[in-house]
């Protein structure tokens, strides 16, 4: 088991983590060629007071040394990654705070990026939310860590960028969603006892997928929402929505 405290806020804790297949290959820059570089880049950042710098204003040395480190990606495989029974109790002026995230997973295999989040619950005083799955598929953010390279490399990364700006954005995949449930107290709507009524929004599935992209840009898009959910009081009043419940 994990446990990290944060400040006085509360406690989060995590009953395992698991990693496996992770691989590294030998680029043309050597990693350990570009670790005393990089130390030495960040030494002269602090001693600057932290403040970040211009790139035109880097050497052809830290040119060449950010452009190593944006090249590794490609020598570098995450594998698998696993994070199981997520829970933490907070804190904070409105009350405590309970939440629980069953699993996370992350995964990093050819440039193909996958993620998902499994049961999440969350419950503080009278809010309360619950989302079944949460997931990314198909993207990769190799594209603009690539672009990046390049630019660095070619000693002038204003003019390499301002050529084709549209290389950087990542490759997209898919996003989905289900299981979402949300329960809060609205208090510009009252019951017949003058509390807040509670607001309760579902939705079963939802997806986004982004199709083949040219220059970045998505050449199709898909959206679907499936059995989104949410009464309206009799007691509305806000226009629009009174309109509705009438």
């Given amino acids: 088991d994990y446990s990290m405290k944060i400040g006085e806020i509360g406690t989060l804790k995590l009953a395992a983590i698991k990693a496996r297949d992770a691989r590294v290959r030998q680029g043309e820059v050597p990693l350990m060629s570009l670790l005393p570089a990089f130390m030495e880049f960040g030494k002269k950042q602090a001693e600057a007071g932290g403040k970040p710098k211009d790139t035109k204003d880097l050497s052809k040395d830290e040119m060449k040394m950010m452009a190593g480190l944006f090249g590794l990606v490609e020598n570098f495989e995450y594998g698998d990654m696993e994070a199981i029974g ?4 907070c804190k904070v002026p409105d009350g405590p705070i309970d939440l629980r995230l069953a699993r996370m997973f992350f995964s990093d295999k050819v440039g193909q990026g996958e993620f998902r989040l499994e049961g999440f619950d969350l419950k503080g005083g009278p809010i309360k939310a619950a989302l079944g799955t949460f997931s990314g598929s198909g993207f990769s953010f190799t594209p603009t860590l690539k672009v990046l390279a390049e630019a660095f490399g070619s000693g ?6 301002a050529a084709n700006p549209l290389k950087l954005i990542p490759k997209l995949g898919s996003i989905k969603m289900s299981g979402l449930a ?3 107290p609205d208090d510009k709507t009252k019951d017949a006892a003058g509390k807040p009524e509670i607001i309760k929004l579902s939705l079963r599935a939802s997806e986004i997928t982004v199709g083949a992209q040219k220059d970045g840009i998505p050449t199709a898009i898909k959206v679907s929402f499936d059995g989104l959910s949410m009464p309206i009081s009799p007691r509305e009043k806000r226009d629009g929505l009174k309109d509705i419940a009438a």
């Fill in 86 to 89: 997520l829970t933490g109790a």
């Fill in 156 to 161: 002038n990364i204003e003019t390499a960028i």
């Fill in 182 to 184: 949300i329960e809060a």
